[in-house]
């Protein structure tokens, strides 16, 4: 049994992440700003009487210190989640992604903590030239302003390796999908759908091109890894085998909307938004050969999550 | 002619290159907050009439809004030059390198200027597997807070240039040593024989070794490459084609120094301190075939500083 603190435990990955962490017997500490998490994701969590509830923010290191008393690995997953914002407001990711990470190693090092397993993402890779894209690949030039923070947070993750001797678990996530989603191109979709039933903007061409991972596979594949992986500085991709496309998931929630006639718009484009990347799939090989198995692939995860998301979010207007 | 703005202007490498930019024709803005660069760095420049000196700090946006009028580029060179300072201070790196790098960018996009040339380093690489190290490497996981805040900015860089239709040119610096050096080994080393002539302490076991580039040759080096390469996102390593081991350095400042009879200490370890890599040496085919010649190998380049160095820093005791 470790003492583990999940930063960002009331979102969407990291709720799923608390649960699979109590099922294999782990004390948790639940840190968030609920600004995107919600409590009613830790109800099954918190009634199991081995986690626990804190309301902070990472910006605040003093309300950090408090949570960072005898535990034993951090898995820091909060960050601002919605991509998009961005290309709007250009301070968020750097606060609430690099300088959040910055306030986490600090803290680590002044309590005593030194390891941690970090949410990094594919959109270090940028536009990448080779695809599937392996662990190695170089070089790293993301195009958002997200995709910064978190190459921003892995060079800070890599340089308390290299300085005070930390020992890290770098995941880079495919789009992860499933239950408890609060935002991304499905949850959009059925947004869309539930205010007009007969038409679906798709930003783009709808060629965009990603891999998917079910959340639940993301939340196993993370616990999996550190226990598996045991270099200083491990760095994993996390992503199913395949990809699917944005026309494809358009078609999928569509379907499993029971929507008749429903038109698709695009809006044009290689991409959705300045900052996209247009087509993303990650090399899981590594991930695979330590004898790991996701139970869904790309296709499979988008229509368990439009089942699920169609469920939780409704389909009639408000 | 263009209008120039040079962070870090005043400071070793910047006032190098503000000397070259105005030799070549340019109205040249210097901001510098002279915590490392000095005023008479800059004799030459202000006398030439064309160039003007902004005390200001980049953390000061405001203050850094007033300089970016009419800029077609800005070369963006401010940052702690003292790799060593991360291990005991963990926040002037993120500060003075991620938060001002960001600073700059936001002040460009606010006020039109969108051409950013930046002082990156080999220190990016961490300790990489391959060598000499191309560009394209990876992973890239620095081991020094000062290589974070060095993959941190060219995250953010990259991102402007995907998100707000920025042109960046990212210089990869070797180890960049000549006049004016106001830190380095060779700086270190004249330092302790000035106050003792018969012992060198070494840090590590004096087997570290990495690629040296003469200050001037680096200067012209990044007008070259703005001037050479036209994708949206240019990224070179700036180099020469060999490296000279610590060791190696030692004997070469003994010898120039004049002293008879120093002893050599060695402190021990295959580093300087935790987060120095022990070895460097970069991949310069990208900038030698598009026509750049260094005036000065690495060795040719320690006994060209070992000498103009002696010269400024004296070696008497004051």
Redesign the interface.
């Known amino acids: 049994m470790s003492r583990v603190l999940v930063t960002g435990g009331a979102g969407f990955i990291g709720s799923h992440l608390v649960d699979q962490l109590i099922e294999k017997g782990n004390q948790v500490v639940i840190f968030d700003n609920l600004s995107s998490g919600k409590l009613e994701f830790l109800q099954s969590a918190l009634s199991s009487g081995n986690a626990t509830f804190v309301e902070g923010d990472l910006l605040n290191l003093e309300s950090l210190n408090k949570v960072m008393k005898n535990i034993d690995i951090v898995y820091h997953l909060a960050a601002n989640p919605d991509i998009r914002l961005?290309?709007r407001v250009?301070?968020t990711d750097?606060k609430q992604g690099?300088?959040a990470t910055?306030n986490v190693l600090?803290s680590m090092?002044i309590n005593g903590c030194n390891k941690i397993a970090f949410a990094s993402s594919s959109v270090?890779y940028?536009?990448a030239k080779l695809m599937p894209t392996p662990?190695?690949?170089?070089?790293?030039?993301?195009?958002?302003?997200y995709?910064?923070?978190k190459?921003?947070s892995?060079?800070?993750i890599?340089?308390w390796?290299?300085?005070?001797?930390f020992k890290a678990w770098i995941f880079r996530f495919a789009n992860i999908i499933g239950s408890r989603g609060t935002h991304g191109v499905i949850f959009d979709f059925i947004h869309k759908l539930k205010k007009d039933a007969s038409n679906l903007e798709v930003l783009g061409n709808g060629l965009q091109e990603k891999s998917y991972m079910e959340v639940v596979d993301c939340s196993k594949a993370m616990i999996h890894v550190v226990e598996r992986f045991n270099d200083d500085?491990n760095?994993v991709n996390l992503g199913s085998l395949d990809t699917c496309s944005v026309t494809r998931i358009a078609e999928i929630v569509i379907e499993r909307s029971g929507f008749g006639d429903v038109n698709i718009h695009f809006t044009g484009g290689d991409r959705g938004w300045?900052?996209d990347v247009p087509k993303a799939m990650l090399d899981p090989t590594k991930l695979n050969v330590s004898g790991f198995k996701c139970d869904y692939q790309s296709e499979d995860a988008v229509r368990l999550t439009a089942d699920i998301l169609i469920q939780e979010i409704g389909l009639l207007e408000d």
């Open positions: 961005g290309t250009t301070d750097l690099t300088f910055y600090e090092r270090v940028g536009e662990e190695d690949y170089g070089p790293l030039f993301p195009i958002s302003l995709g910064a923070s190459l921003g892995e060079g800070l890599s340089a390796v290299g300085t005070f001797g500085l760095y300045a900052g």
